[in-house]
């Protein structure tokens, strides 16, 4: 008799029954989502329907920063980069964190002290499985990116906890 752990691997049963999400793993290539200011409103929001996200996101990517799921811990692509950079929302492109406010947490997500500006990222009171959490999302497309706990390092004391999938990676500019 076949058991469903034997198969798919009880983490996976685990993970899908939370809404957990396998976000940039190496076979799975995040698409990469130019900003469009077709869809932008008069305050510079991105307005798609849900439709037309499906189609710009990956199936993990629209879990997440759609459905407000969460990739499993160590999966992700940026959880242990050290690189210099910049990490934009991978749904529409807005600059949210820099490599300079990114520590370790030891919690495999980024996790970042500050965003780049403050008004790069909206919180919102997140009431789901039972406990209270502020969740974390872009200010242009309202993504969901991940939460905000107040065990970080200084000089805020926050961690915002991201999922890898919600964000892209840019290089640095070249220094002259």
């Not at 698409?31 to 798609?48: H, L, Y």
């Not at 934009?88 to 002290?113: I, R, Y």
């Amino acid at each position: 008799m076949e058991h469903w752990y034997h198969r798919s691997g009880a983490w996976f049963f685990i993970a899908s029954s939370l809404g957990i999400a396998a976000c940039q793993r190496p076979d799975v290539a995040p698409k990469t989502v130019a900003p469009s200011n077709e869809s932008e409103n008069k305050d510079g929001k991105i307005v798609k329907s849900e439709a037309e996200w499906k189609k710009i996101l990956t199936p993990a990517q629209y879990h997440v920063m759609r459905e407000k799921g969460t990739e499993q811990a160590f999966t992700g692509a940026y959880w242990n980069t050290h690189e210099e950079g910049v990490y934009l929302c991978a749904a529409c492109g807005n600059e949210l964190f820099s490599s300079e406010q990114k520590f370790d947490s030891g919690t495999g997500w980024p996790s970042f002290w500050a965003p780049i500006k403050g008004d790069k990222v909206e919180t919102e009171t997140d009431t789901t499985y039972g406990m209270v959490r502020t969740e974390v999302k872009c200010s242009r497309c309202g993504g969901h990116l991940g939460h905000v706990f107040d065990d970080g390092p200084n000089p805020t004391g926050l961690r915002y906890c991201i999922n890898s999938c919600s964000l892209e990676k840019k290089p640095p500019k070249p220094k002259k």
